[in-house]
Every structure is written in structure tokens, then in C-alpha cells.
């Protein structure tokens, strides 16, 4: 049976994909997370706004009267971390057999350019750009939010051969319109859809803002597998679906969906690494009822563009449609 996928121009063992969290932040998971099947991983992100925040915390723990000493005391919290990071690329690289995919999260679009070189030396096989956009701004309007994800891929690509990767928010008033208008300006190698936000609760007790559910649930499978089979069809760039895949069946349900790879976290968190092999065999087991030899075989058979009712994956009124109530 040929699990094999390609994606970004990387050989890859199997569709699933690890992706950026803790269990991507050392040698020894890694090496662990491979055993099991892992196709790739991709590292745990390196946030731009907590390494500007811990250097700036360093620099106000030291009190100087010199400028000068406090700008080194932050330039110094930054390169450690930076460093730190780059350190587990090359170790990962010479463990290893599966592609490193490294990962940052963008909030500037200048920020990063030359971390991103450096990464690309230290051996990463691509480059994860895991740019959050939560329009909140009131008086920004949907062009000028979007424009960052233009701004941080062309400044990227300008200084990296590797392949770039864009995981990117649902939110926008013209989402297919804009993949496709990313795609078109061919510095994005693959599509993550989607990020996967920090969700605010409300604790009525304490009377404070908390944290809900941090693993996503099956059901979350819905958002990216519907835009998935929109967009496999309309665009020429890999696309790797990310949130609520829980086992097999849903790596199957993306990969029909025109999936080239799918990413799994919330699930390798409940049941631990083991079950890499079990959601493997899910889709083994699924393949050879139905006659499949390769993904390639089925990849996309349930896409917008190959089913025979693609209104399917644009109703959004269920009520009207589903429950009989006008």
C-alpha cells in the first residue's frame, strides 16, 4: 500500500502531518513521532510577540544607566531563543529522515526576514509562516488586514529558496478570492487552512475572561474540509488541512476532499504518539476495501468540482434546508 504524498515538493512517507506544538519542540519526540508514521513534522512555532516580550522583560529585570547595556541585555534574551531554535533544526535534520518544516508566527512584516534565512541554513526542508489575523480593528478594512499576508510572503520569498508555507485565518469577506489571488503570485508553495485561535470564555463566578477548550474536537473538521474541496480544484498550490482531524476517517475525508496532507495535534495530545500508527491503519484498512492503491488513486474524488451536488459544500442555512422550517 503507497501512502506516499508529495507536498511542497517534499517526499513525504504518509499524508499526516504533525503539526507546530509541544510535541514538536525536541529530538527525542521527533525521533518518536517518526516511528510511528509521521510523514513530516512541522516545529513548535517561534512566536515573534513572546521573544520580543521575554527580551523585553530581560532588559527591565537589569536596571542600567546605559542604553547601550539594555539593548544588548534584549538583543542577547533574543538570539538565545532564536539560537535554541535553530539548534533543533540541525539536530532534528541529522536524527531524523522525515522533512523539518519550521514555523514562526508573524505579527510584522519585517520582523523575521533574516531569521528566516538562518533557518533555511540550519537545514529546515521548509518554512511554516503562521500568520494569526483576527480583524478586530474597526477601522481597518478587509484589504488592508490582508495586505500583511502579501507584505510577510513577499519579503520571505525574496530571501529564501526553501519552500514557504502560508497557515492562514478564515477570516475574510472574500476568502476564496484571496487564496486564489495569493496563489497566483507564486511565492507560496502550500496552504494550512486554518489557523486554530485562542478561544476567550467567561468564567460568571470569578467574573474574569478564561480560556475554552484548548484541543479542537472532530466536529471542528467541518470549516476546513468545506473549503478545502472548494478551493483543491480552483488552485495550483498544495493545500494541507489543519483542525478536528481525529482519526483516519477524517484524514480520509480531506484527502477525498483534495487534501494533499492533513496536520494532527489535539488528537496526539489525548492518545499520545502510538495512535500515529492507528489512524494509519485506518486509512490502510479503508484503501484496500475500496481498492485503492495510492492516495493518488482517490485524491479529490469528492472535491466541489467532481461530486454531482457541489451546492453541498456552500449551504450554510440549515434550518431551511435540512429541517423543513422557512
Known sequence: ????????????????????????????????????????????????????????????????????????????????????????????????????????????????????????????????????????????????????YFDVIEQVKAVVNIPIALKMSHYSSGLANLIRTLSWTKKVDAFVLFNRYYNPDIDINSMKITSSGVFSSPADIAASLRWVAVLSDKIRTDISASTGVHSGTDIVKQLLAGADTVQVVSAIYKHGPEYIKTMMDELTEWMTKKNFNSIEDYRGELSYKNINNPVAFERIQFMKYFGGIE
Request: proline fraction near 3%; glycine fraction near 6%.
Open 1 to 148: 500500500m503507497d501512502l506516499s504524498v508529495k507536498y511542497m515538493g517534499l517526499d513525504l512517507k504518509s499524508p499526516l502531518i504533525i503539526g507546530s506544538s509541544g510535541l514538536t519542540n525536541s529530538v527525542e519526540k521527533i525521533k518518536e513521532l517518526e516511528s510511528f508514521g509521521a510523514g513530516a513534522v512541522v516545529l513548535k512555532s517561534l512566536f515573534e510577540e513572546q521573544i520580543l516580550f521575554e527580551a523585553d522583560a530581560a532588559g527591565k529585570q537589569n536596571e542600567f544607566d546605559y542604553p547601550e547595556a539594555l539593548d544588548y541585555i534584549k538583543s542577547y534574551a533574543k538570539d538565545d531563543s532564536i539560537n535554541s531554535y535553530l539548534k533543533l533544526i540541525e539536530d532534528c535534520k541529522k536524527e531524523t529522515q522525515i522533512p523539518i518544516i519550521a514555523s514562526v508566527n508573524c505579527v510584522t512584516e519585517g520582523e523575521w526576514l533574516n531569521f528566516a534565512k538562518r533557518v533555511e541554513k540550519a537545514g529546515a526542508d521548509a518554512l511554516e509562516l503562521n500568520v494569526s489575523l483576527l480583524p478586530t480593528d474597526i477601522e481597518k478594512s478587509s484589504q488592508e488586514n490582508e495586505k500583511l
